[in-house]
């Protein structure tokens, strides 16, 4: 379907001054804090009302967690010079930056990957306690939106020559949204390190 059947795609609405895909993603990660909000709730609720609780230095590696929080963030960087890259029509470097944050995310789930490993290996189940209960979903949940974020940046990724050949504005649009959602799991893990890793 043309753009001209669907209006407000790259040029802002004038009754809220955004277009309707800004609209439509901030109403998404509204969604998506409402989701993660349950899970923290839930968290607050079954720490206070345990009578004992395990600190989470003692029992997750606290050491590549904070890799993983320095990977994440570096990610989150990229992911903006990408864009900056795109709006300065220099297509190169948005291609190397959004291609490093894709590999940053690979980065994060490999590590992921080896901190899970350890914890199976040890018996370290979702069933041993409720705090491995909450870990494992939590950073599981958290672990599926990086991996559909990573699917969404590699299509713009892929996908690019198509989008600078007969719509650059489109593409700078879509590569912002894909943006919002990227800094919007970043940030959860923001929240997620202290909370399960430190306290």
Not at 45 to 58: I, K, N, Q
Not at 102 to 114: A, H, N
Request: net charge negative; glycine share 8%.
């Amino acid at each position: 379907m043309s753009q001209e059947l669907i209006p407000y795609i790259t040029e802002a609405r004038p009754d809220t001054g955004l277009t309707n895909g800004k609209i439509g993603i901030w109403c998404f990660l509204a969604s998506e804090v409402m989701l993660f909000g349950a899970f923290f709730a839930s968290y607050i609720v079954l720490r206070t009302t345990a009578t004992e609780w395990p600190h989470g230095s003692s029992i997750l590696n606290v050491p590549l967690a904070t890799v993983n929080t320095i990977v994440l963030i570096t990610s989150s960087v990229t992911m903006v010079m990408a864009w900056a890259s795109l709006m300065r029509n220099d297509f190169g470097k948005y291609r190397m930056f959004l291609g490093a944050t894709v590999l940053l995310g690979f980065c994060f789930l490999g590590i992921k990957y080896v901190e899970y490993s350890a914890k199976f290996e040890h018996h370290l189940l979702p069933s041993t306690n409720n705090f491995l209960a909450i870990y494992f979903i939590m950073t599981g949940l958290h672990g599926l939106h990086v991996i559909g974020g990573m699917i969404t940046n590699a299509y713009f990724l892929v996908a690019a020559p198509s989008y600078w050949d007969h719509d650059r504005a489109l593409l700078g649009h879509r590569v912002e949204y894909s943006g919002l959602f990227w800094h919007f799991v970043d940030l959860v893990w923001i929240f997620l390190f202290p909370i399960l890793y430190l306290l």
